[in-house]
């Protein structure tokens, strides 16, 4: 004849039964709300890299104000170039990992520009020119 401890015991412990529902539940909503958290994470990624274009280009900028033209390329933002004294160096604003979009690509830049004296611009998350949403280009001219 079972005791009253060993009946407790029993009835601490899940069922089968009672496991499985709740993962069914955990699973039912993980795929109602997947969807959104990975469209946010596009939508974030597209924010930090306009957000990032607008930094980089500021510091385009305070490059030409301090040393008189634009840099050859972007990389000049971060090392000094050959042509520039270390004594008149300015320590850069930027770090390399800045240049690099979130997508894992470098930013893209020309100069002289087709929209202003530079373009600096992110092809967006598929690395194609043009695309819609998280797709679409980030410049610093539009």
Not at 86 to 109: F, H, I, M, V
Request: glycine share 8%; net charge negative; aromatic share 8%.
């Amino acid at each position: 004849m079972p005791t009253p401890q060993t009946r407790r015991r029993r009835r601490a412990a899940f069922t089968i039964a009672e496991v499985l529902v709740v993962v069914v539940i955990i699973a039912v909503l993980a795929t109602l709300i997947a969807p959104k958290l990975w469209s946010r994470i596009g939508t974030a990624r597209h924010g930090v890299a306009t957000q990032n274009v607008a930094e980089i280009e500021k510091a385009i900028d305070m490059f030409v104000t301090d040393y008189g033209r634009l840099p050859e390329a972007l990389d000049e933002l971060v090392h000094r170039p050959a042509d520039i004294d270390e004594a008149d160096w300015t320590p850069p604003s930027l770090k390399a990992k800045n240049l690099t979009d979130p997508w894992g690509r470098p930013y893209l830049y020309r100069a002289p520009g087709e929209h202003g004296p530079f373009d600096l611009y992110s092809l967006g998350a598929d690395g194609q020119d043009g695309g819609e949403k998280d797709n679409a280009d980030i410049t610093n001219w539009e």
